[in-house]
């Protein structure tokens, strides 16, 4: 199992971004996606998560602004950002809890960076 994330780069605050995180692999259904991110010298943090039945979480500094969603016909997970603020800057990290024949395992993406800068 591999997770491929893109959309990253360079924004002005006020402006909007798509995080898109690709799973591949076979022999596995997907459970829970979410997207993490770290700040420079911050810890990584959660930032929104979405689980098979469409439920989402998100943390306190993005709700309103950003949007997670997934489309299972493609294993693929989504983070639309709007409103960026210069705190957003950091590197974004998808998740993801996979269901196999064996159990339950946790994949990393390598992340994606965006940096809100006017």
């Known amino acids: 199992v591999q997770l491929q994330a893109s959309g990253g780069g360079l924004v002005q605050p006020g402006g909007s971004l798509r995080l898109s995180c690709a799973i591949s692999?076979?022999?596995?259904?997907?459970?829970?996606m979410d997207w993490y991110r770290q700040a420079p010298g911050k810890q990584r943090e959660l930032v929104a998560s979405i689980t098979d039945g469409g439920s989402t979480n998100y943390a306190d500094p993005v709700k309103g602004r950003f949007t997670i969603s997934r489309e299972d016909a493609k294993n693929t997970v989504y983070l639309q950002m709007n409103s960026l603020k210069a705190e957003d800057t950091a590197v974004y990290y998808c998740h993801a809890v996979v269901v196999r024949t064996m159990g339950q395992y946790a994949y990393w993406g390598r992340g994606t960076l965006v940096t809100v800068s006017s």
């Open positions: 692999g076979s022999g596995f259904r997907v459970n829970v």
